[in-house]
């Protein structure tokens, strides 16, 4: 899985989550079959449990908010465990959480396999406009710069005895940040020189090296076949 | 003596053109402040020649103007005979060959081997005589096993050692360093002074490393206030600490140098 | 008023909306929206930054990106973060900040699982063009109502910035109602998302305000909003007397201190009227055309001692004990007081002539 061309993990990724999405959002079995799926494929790309948890943590605020829908939805009322609940509720917060869940693993399973050159290649396989590759390009190779700046300027600041939480630091903070600006700025300026002045015309060349595997399609497209074929299989037996 | 006398009586002149000539050079920023007064230089093919001088005395903004960064506001420069003019820009970029301080500015590819690449790939190189430059290149300065590698996870002397590799793979006239040496240990320091003194290139070498310029260049220019205001065997000009220390020059702590100059 | 429980989904922010979270049909749409707008700003994105974009457009996404993490708090254990579209089209000029804030969105969809890939085109609609075009667009305006001076642009981008994040919020709640998993009442829905993003709004503002000063002080250069309007040359003569470098700077003079002033707060003081109207009439009525919540308010009617009486509810009861519409009013009004508050301090330490900026900026 870590050597299939991005591209093609990238399309396969989105036909499974769109698969995922379409479901509707009574097909129960179909979600068990695509979290399956995609425990297989976890355990072929040799990610551990413990990664995805970690990474799964943005998806909280949904969490929270899908959490509070039975509560305050509209339509008819359902009795759950001594509470009054939206029937509509309880089902769209389900769908936000199944449905958001598999999309987070795929993303994190799907990250966890490419670095960020390979990425780039993909990216630009996909027909992307160019110079967002380009942007794209440099976020990647400086963004890890930029926050170490940062982090940098933070503990310089808190080496003084600066403590954040009250409203005046604020405006340190904000100082900070842009300092922080004009050094990236600057830096980019650099980097430009930089390219310029090894003959950089307007195109960043990114080597690809064009040969795709014979069976990476074949072995891509097996995930969002497979889960299209369960989800379907599953809301025809739910039907 | 004039610069190119002082080169002249170093080096006998060799048939081909200069690397560098610097002919009364001068230059102001877009806010007004003027840096360069009048500047000459030449250096021959072949030589190793340092360029010293106090921050703010015009090192880096000279240093701009040898591949068309910047423009004159008065005077020429000439790589190689070719003069420095917007026609001519491609080819000045490919024979002067910049390498700057900060090497994360340099290293702006995902890979090693895509930054050594970038360079020859812009002048039109493709395939297995692209393969091979980059191969030449990352081993002129010893770092061939890192070429899949991304630039974070080198070491800051290793990154030195690759921006000076892209440089090299568009094989360039003149190799310009500025402060090759800061920010190096001991021994990446000793490991940058064995490769220089392996290449056949011409060198600039832009530095406050003192030691360093006395062990690699046989000659160096002191640059004080926009002006060149020394230019002489670097042994020699090293010796006068009351003259340094009246350009804000200063040999390390404990530094002699070796008494035949 | 109708479940104002509605009050506490308010702060979740709208932004890096997940996979499913709105329909199909309206997920497609605001991605053929934004493919269209990025199209756009690809195009116009070379005058801003000419051919050094891509680079300089680079770093500035990795700095968008670093300074996303910045958080604040807003409320019973609630956090906002800044969201960088009007910091970015106040510092590289808007259509190079939809293309930051693009490539910061996907690099975040794809690397770090942050906001799903079927909603990206959701994602830089709210977050790279809503956010982007609505903080420019209120900070050019407001910057050509104040003196002309670089510094001018820090109060402008403070609005904005709010502006631009309560906008955001409004435009979700719109796809929310086209797309959304089920329905909410609207007006408590609208009056809640409207009412807490102008608290997050005001961090945003704050936050924005602060480092676009920080860059102006330093490198007005390099800020993309302020070209143009760096203060006149001036030469000095003999005896030391000033005198403007041209007979056009001679003629330059400020706009007089009350009258730009005053329609200031005219226009500050009409925004913040008609938002609180909008969010007044929204919350008290049932909104036309929309059958559906129509029908169930109905259904809520009913509910709704079920809803109050029961236990756990009452908790999330009394940090939404504020009616809705209050709270959205209340956020409009303390909103409107603080940036009274802002231009009365800049006003006040406003300099006299034209020298003290070219001393300052020297």
Redesign the interface.
């Known amino acids: 899985m870590h050597d299939m061309p991005a591209h093609v993990k990238i399309v396969a990724t989105f036909a499974f989550v769109l698969v995922v999405v379409l479901t509707p959002r009574t097909a129960f079995l179909a979600f068990a079959w695509y979290a399956a799926l995609l425990a297989v494929v976890a355990v072929r790309a040799r990610v551990r449990p413990a990664t995805i948890a970690r990474r799964a943590v943005v998806e909280v605020p949904f969490v929270v908010f899908a959490a509070l829908l039975p509560f305050v939805a509209l339509g008819e009322r359902v009795e759950v465990a001594g509470l009054s609940l939206s029937r509509d509720g309880l089902l769209a917060g389900w769908n936000i959480v199944v449905k958001g869940t598999l999309g987070v693993v795929a993303s994190i399973l799907l990250a966890a396999t490419t670095d960020s050159r390979a990425l780039l290649v993909g990216v630009q396989r996909l027909r992307c406009p160019p110079q967002l590759v380009e942007i794209m390009a440099f976020m990647l190779r400086y963004a890890g710069v930029v926050t170490d700046d940062m982090r940098r300027m933070r503990i310089a600041r808190e080496s003084r005895g600066f403590t954040a939480g009250h409203l005046g630091h604020v405006r340190v903070v904000a100082q900070s940040a842009g300092a922080l600006f004009i050094r990236s700025f600057e830096r980019g300026e650099r980097v430009y020189v930089a390219m310029v002045s090894r003959g950089y015309t307007g195109r960043l060349p990114l080597v690809d090296d064009g040969a795709v595997p014979a069976g990476a399609w074949l072995s891509a497209a097996m995930l969002p076949g497979l889960a299209l074929v369960g989800g379907v299989l599953a809301w025809w037996l739910a039907s | 003596m004039t610069s190119q006398e002082v080169a002249a009586e170093l080096r006998p002149s060799p048939p081909t053109p200069p690397s560098l000539e610097v002919r009364d050079l001068a230059y102001a920023y877009p806010d007004g402040r003027q840096a360069l007064f009048g500047v000459d230089l030449t250096v021959q093919r072949g030589e190793r020649v340092a360029m010293l001088g106090a921050n703010g005395a015009g090192k880096t903004t000279l240093v ?1 103007h040898l ?1 068309g ?1 910047l423009t004159a506001g008065h005077g020429t420069v000439r790589v190689a005979g070719l003069e420095v003019a917007k026609p001519h820009l ?1 080819e000045i ?2 024979r ?1 060959g ?1 390498v ?1 301080q ?1 090497p ?3 290293l ?4 090693v ?2 930054d050594v ?3 020859p ?3 039109g190189l493709r395939g297995a005589e692209l393969d091979a430059r980059v191969e030449a290149a990352l081993a002129a300065v010893a770092m061939g096993e890192h070429a899949d590698r ?3 996870h080198l070491s800051f002397g290793q990154r030195r050692r690759v921006a000076m590799a ?2 090299l793979a ?1 094989q360039p006239e003149v190799l310009v360093l500025d402060e090759p040496t800061s920010n190096l240990d001991p021994v990446a320091r000793r490991e940058l002074a064995e490769i220089l003194q392996s290449l056949a290139v011409t060198v600039l070498l832009v530095t406050h490393d003192l030691p360093f310029a006395l062990q690699l260049c046989e000659r160096c220019v002191v640059l004080s206030d926009g002006v060149v205001v020394r230019d002489g065997p670097t042994g020699e000009v090293l010796a006068d600490v009351e003259w340094l220390r009246r350009h804000r020059l200063e040999l390390p702590f404990g530094f002699a140098p070796p008494a035949d100059g | 008023m109708d479940s104002s429980v509605v009050t506490v989904v308010g702060p979740l922010p709208a932004l890096h909306v997940p996979d499913g979270f709105l329909n199909a049909p309206v997920s497609a749409a605001t991605a053929m929206i934004a493919a269209a707008a990025v199209l756009v700003a690809l195009r116009k994105a070379r005058g801003e930054l000419d051919e050094r974009t891509a680079p300089l457009a680079g770093l500035t996404a990795a700095f968008v990106f670093a300074v996303q993490m910045l958080n604040f708090p807003v409320g019973v254990g609630t956090s906002g973060h800044l969201m960088g579209g009007t910091l970015a089209a106040v510092l590289v000029g808007p259509w190079t900040a939809v293309l930051v804030l693009t490539v910061v969105l996907t690099v975040q969809a794809l690397v770090f699982a942050d906001g799903g890939l079927t909603a990206l085109g959701t994602n830089i609609l709210l977050l790279g063009i809503v956010t982007v075009l609505v903080g420019w667009l209120v900070t050019r305006m407001l910057q050509r109502m104040l003196p002309q001076r670089p510094t001018s642009v820090v109060p402008a981008s403070f609005v904005g910035a709010w502006l631009s994040v309560v906008a955001a919020a409004g435009v979700f709640v719109v796809l929310y109602l086209l797309g959304g998993a089920v329905q909410l009442p609207l007006g408590a829905l609208l009056g809640s998302m409207l009412g807490w993003h102008a608290l997050i709004g005001l961090g945003e503002g704050v936050i924005t305000a602060a480092v676009v000063a920080a860059v102006v002080a330093s490198r007005p250069d390099l800020v993309y909003a302020v070209r143009g309007l760096r203060p006149a040359l001036q030469l000095r003569d003999a005896d030391g007397v000033l005198h403007p470098a041209s007979p056009q700077d001679a003629v330059a003079a400020p706009a007089p201190h009350q009258r730009s002033s005053t329609r200031l707060v005219a226009v500050g003081a009409a925004l913040a009227l008609l938002l609180a109207g909008v969010v007044s009439f929204v919350a008290s009525g049932n909104p036309d055309g929309l059958e559906y919540v129509a029908g169930q308010q109905g259904f809520l009617g009913s509910a709704r001692d079920h809803l109050f009486g029961q236990q756990p509810l009452a908790d999330y009861g009394e940090v939404g004990s504020i009616p809705v519409g209050l709270a959205g009013l209340l956020g409009v009004i303390v909103t409107a007081l603080v940036g009274w508050l802002v231009f009365r301090w800049y006003a006040r330490r406003r300099p006299e002539p034209v020298n003290d900026d070219v001393n300052a900026s020297v």
């Open positions: 701009l591949n960064i491609p970029r490919r002067v910049l700057f900060d994360d500015d340099q702006f590819m995902p890979t081997r895509d690449a970038f360079g790939m812009n002048l991304a630039p974070h892209g440089v568009m």
